[in-house]
């Protein structure tokens, strides 16, 4: 019989006012996914799919607690990490996370990739009193501390970044002619809007085209040919690592070369660039919160080498240059902090009060001027970005970061 979160409470209740509550062993005993000795967390990742390049995330996270378990666990605790394919398909995403949490009884989701799956089994998982924590999406859905209080964002929010690039934009070219090129769900109507929101009255004539694609369709060549054939010379693009690529190598074989603001979800050098062609992204432009590992200016940065010293023991397969293992890491170090301050005597109550006093942590490998704040009415943890723009080698800072508020 699985034991449900009102019956941990009123277990943790009485065990309080008898005075027991203090020694780990009693709460772990009614505590789901953690024992004596472990701490049992799921993540669901789209190994398989079309959005597989996100993939590697699972890896790294199992490379990222690897570490944390030689170097002796959490609080007394090794952290097991269960990684799932839901290859970013919602009834796939449902059927996996009832296997976690019926079966594999874990403690807390982190870290699952996608938007469409995330709210897909938020509900559920909120029922079941599961904590949903650091979903990559930046969607504003899992920003509800209200509505949705187990469920966490762990990346920067698509709105913020928009109205970034909005703002960008009118600086640098106040007669710009904008297309927005998104995919037609959450993750790319949340750029659509923060594009019309940070351009304001001026949007519906700067604006010249919206296009936006399927993830299932085969090919965006259509859309590229619709947007430049509007005439736009600037273009805001909310899209995955595998249409970015497509699109980008369509706009090299056709020449064009409009100015391009690309979500720092498909940002990467690898895979997303190296696919296109380094050359058909030279000058695209991005927001990130990240060291890249492949810029010049972090060669020898403590950290950056820590990071590298890091895949090379405990990931030796992962790709170096691509971002996602980056996150992966920066996560992962945001879980184990939470955990940690948890304490010995841990629940999913307690986990989730702490989640939302984290105040301006950085775990390694955040850019030098970006911390983590959450609080119990915003969690929306990324206060800054960076614009930063591709040489056709490395990426090169714009300025300083920008505040996404």
């Known amino acids: 019989m699985r034991i449900t979160r009102s019956f941990c409470a009123g277990v943790m209740s009485l065990s309080a006012a008898f005075g ?41 996270f199992e490379a990222y607690f690897a570490k944390v378990n030689d170097e002796g666990g959490v609080n007394g ?87 970034l690039y909005a703002k960008a934009i009118l600086q640098a070219n106040p007669n710009a002619k904008i297309g927005v090129f998104y995919q037609n769900d959450d993750f790319g109507k949340d750029y659509l ?31 590229i040919l619709a947007l ?45 660039f190296k696919n296109a062609g380094l050359e058909n992204a030279k000058g695209v432009v991005t927001a990130a919160v990240l060291k890249d590992p492949t810029d010049a200016r972090w060669k020898d940065d403590p950290e950056t080498l820590a990071w590298k010293a890091w895949m090379d023991k405990y990931y030796p397969r992962g790709d170096q240059t691509n971002g996602s293992n980056v996150f992966g890491y920066v996560i992962g170090d945001l879980i184990r902090h939470i955990v940690e301050k948890t304490g010995k005597d841990i629940t999913q109550e307690r986990l989730m009060a702490t989640a939302r006093q984290v105040r301006d942590y950085r775990p390694p490998m955040m850019l030098p001027d970006v911390s983590l704040t959450i609080t119990p009415d915003n969690y929306s943890m990324y206060d800054r970005m960076q614009l930063q723009e591709f040489d056709g080698t490395v990426w090169r800072a714009i300025g300083k970061p920008i505040s996404t508020h």
């Open 77 to 163: 605790r090794k952290i097991r990490v269960l990684l799932r394919d839901d290859a970013l398909s919602p009834p796939k995403a449902v059927e996996q996370t009832r296997k976690l949490v019926e079966q594999d009884d874990i403690f807390a989701l982190f870290g699952q990739s996608g938007t469409p799956t995330g709210m897909a089994i938020q509900k559920y998982l909120h029922v079941k009193g599961i904590p949903q924590l650091f979903v990559m999406s930046g969607s504003h859905v899992f920003q509800e501390p209200k509505s949705a209080p187990l469920s966490m964002p762990g990346l920067p929010t698509y709105y913020g970044e928009a109205r």
């Open 228 to 272: 430049k054939a509007s005439g736009a010379d600037t273009l805001i693009m909310g899209t995955y690592s595998k249409q970015t690529s497509q699109a980008l190598q369509k706009m090299g074989v056709m020449g064009w070369k409009p100015k391009i603001y690309l979500s720092y979800i498909a940002a990467s050098v690898n895979p997303t």
């Open 20 to 60: 027991v509550v203090g020694g780990g062993a009693a709460v772990a005993a009614s505590v789901p996914g953690v024992s004596d000795t472990e701490i049992r967390l799921g993540t669901l990742q789209p190994l398989s799919g079309p959005a597989s390049a996100y993939g590697v995330l699972g890896y790294a």
């Open 193 to 223: 809007r923060g594009v019309q929101i940070g351009l304001g009255d001026r949007a519906d004539k700067m604006i010249v085209a919206k296009e936006s694609y399927e993830l299932t369709d085969p090919t965006v060549d259509s859309k």
